[in-house]
């Protein structure tokens, strides 16, 4: 998995809880990207990051907030978590725009 | 319309068939052309990319972009059982590093 690892792996919890999900990587890569997976939805990017303190938006960044305090963390964080954030959370990192790597999932189950 | 569309299957082929994967885009600002391959309840993972119009081939694998047509294919011949998976095709820009997925196509290669 090119170097990434995401923690936790698997994780449930209950409506209105806040959760961090950990996106860490050792390939010293600018770009890092949080997606989501939903069947009949495909990959979802909800926010990516083109340097330390620098994220911006992407399609389906409502209810989720992230943050980058050194190169290699990338953390997402579910404010108040809800039954629509029921998912299979990915973290990507890259260095060129068409190669990105993907960690291996979260799979979040929010009852 | 969607700016890529990507046919979800299933797809069923016996050991050693010819495999087509497509993609369809409407956005002719895409640049450049990749194709992941995603094992069940893994990351996806990248196979091949192609830059522009043209063909690039590795192994059993044969990519294809024509961009006058906004298609693009990804072929593997003498298909094996390892190769049942998901595949998606994404594409981008080349400016923003943001990657445009397909939703996936599941592919079954029966021994």
């Known amino acids: 998995d090119a170097g990434i690892t995401q923690s936790p792996r698997h994780k449930v919890t209950e409506t209105g809880t806040p959760v961090t999900l950990r996106c860490h990587q050792t390939?010293?890569?600018?770009?890092m990207y949080w997606y989501r997976q939903d069947p009949g939805h495909g990959l979802r990017l909800i926010h990516y990051s083109y340097g330390v303190k620098d994220t911006d938006k992407g399609e389906v960044s409502d209810g989720y907030s992230v943050s980058r305090s050194k190169t290699e963390d990338f953390l997402l964080t579910l404010e108040s978590a809800t039954s629509s954030q029921t998912s299979v959370y990915f973290c990507?990192?890259?260095?060129?725009?068409?190669?990105?790597?993907f960690g291996p999932g979260t799979r979040l189950t929010v009852t | 319309q969607k700016e890529v569309e990507q046919d979800p299957g299933p797809l069923s082929v016996p050991e050693g068939a010819i495999v087509s994967l497509n993609c369809t885009y409407s956005?002719?600002?895409?640049?450049?052309f990749m194709w992941y391959r995603q094992y069940s309840r893994k990351g996806p993972e990248l196979l091949m990319y192609?830059?522009?119009?043209g063909n690039k081939e590795d192994g059993r694998f044969t990519a294809q972009v024509d961009k006058s047509s906004k298609y693009i294919s990804l072929f593997i011949r003498d298909s094996q059982p390892s190769d049942s998976a998901t595949y998606l095709c994404a594409l981008d820009r080349g400016s923003n590093y943001k990657l445009t997925f397909g939703k996936g196509t599941l592919l079954t290669v029966n021994p």
């Open positions: 956005n002719s600002a895409f640049q450049y």
């Open positions: 390939e010293n890569h600018r770009y």
């Open positions: 990507a990192i890259s260095e060129e725009p068409y190669e990105q790597y």
């Open positions: 192609t830059y522009s119009s």
